[in-house]
């Protein structure tokens, strides 16, 4: 059966996401007044929290009707770049990219596909020790502080379950966000926010409330480890061992989640 899914996914899958083949279609008014305000968003022309100008100067500036303009807004409000607030003080504000949005589709095109909690965990398995690597060799100077002081947090909370967690968890998204690199830091977003979400939903529907103390401190020796492979600029130690860690959370994962049901983000 778990064969059968993983083939039926693999016809699937695609690299290619290109419009090519599709059928043209002239952009209507509307979509492109949208795309000429959201480039400007993108772009910092206008900046978050401003409120666009009133409709009658976008009207007079984009020479169209007001139905058109408000369509042109809606595409915008349905994107995130949009709020619309009411009152003598409100109107449409603007609103930057939010990663939580761009995580939400994501998560939502890969549940289509059947893809499961472990799928999601093979590609942190496979991305986040190649991470490491680059921190070692790369950023050693400047992970360093960053993560004694997480570590640092995670013994003063070790009896805390919940801001523990928090800690841990801010520890393996610091190893990605030390990297500096904005299409992996924003990918691995993307899937650590996924991933740790339908694990907390998870956990709550399994009334697991505790860790082991002895397990968290075993989370912070490692942590405290590859600390030290990292200071050492031992890139290769520490993706052999953050590896082998990583397979270590996989096992127990396994063990104590339905890992292979697709993941469900629509609750």
């Known amino acids: 059966m778990a064969a059968s899914r993983t083939g039926n996914t693999a016809t ?10 599709q059928p043209f279609r002239a952009p209507k008014t509307a979509e492109l007044v949208a795309r000429d305000l959201r480039n400007k968003i993108v772009r910092g022309e206008l900046k ?7 409709e009658a100067e976008l009207v007079a500036q984009y020479s169209l009707s007001r139905p058109t303009l408000r369509e042109a807004l809606r595409i915008l409000e349905s994107e995130n770049l949009l709020t619309v607030t009411r009152g003598s003080r409100g109107g449409p504000r603007i609103n930057l990219p939010d990663p939580r949005f761009a ?12 893809t499961t909690l472990a799928d999601i965990f093979n590609a942190r398995l496979l991305i986040e020790p190649s991470c490491v690597r680059l921190v070692a060799s790369k950023a050693r100077r400047s992970a360093v502080p960053v993560l004694r002081d997480i570590i640092e947090e995670e013994r003063a909370t070790i ?5 523990h967690s928090r800690a841990s968890a801010r520890f393996h998204r610091a190893l990605i966000e ?5 299409p992996l830091v924003l990918l691995m977003g993307m899937l650590t926010h996924i991933y740790e979400s339908h694990v907390s939903t998870a956990a709550i529907a399994a009334n697991v409330e505790k860790v082991h103390a002895a397990s968290k ?6 942590h405290e480890k590859l ?3 990292i200071e050492a600029g031992d890139a290769d130690g520490a993706e052999v061992f953050w590896r082998k860690h990583l397979e270590g959370i996989d096992k127990y ?13 629509l609750d």
């Open 12 to 21: 699937k899958m695609s690299l290619d996401i290109s419009r090519d083949g």
């Open 48 to 54: 978050n929290g401003e409120t666009l100008p009133a």
């Open 103 to 114: 995580a939400r589709h994501f998560g939502l095109v890969l549940q289509s596909r059947g």
């Open 159 to 163: 009896e805390d379950n919940l801001a």
């Open 178 to 182: 030390l990297t500096a690199n904005p």
């Open 217 to 222: 401190q075993r989370g912070v020796q490692a």
């Open 227 to 229: 600390l030290a492979l």
């Open 253 to 265: 994962i396994r063990e104590t989640y339905p890992v292979e049901t697709a993941i469900d983000l």
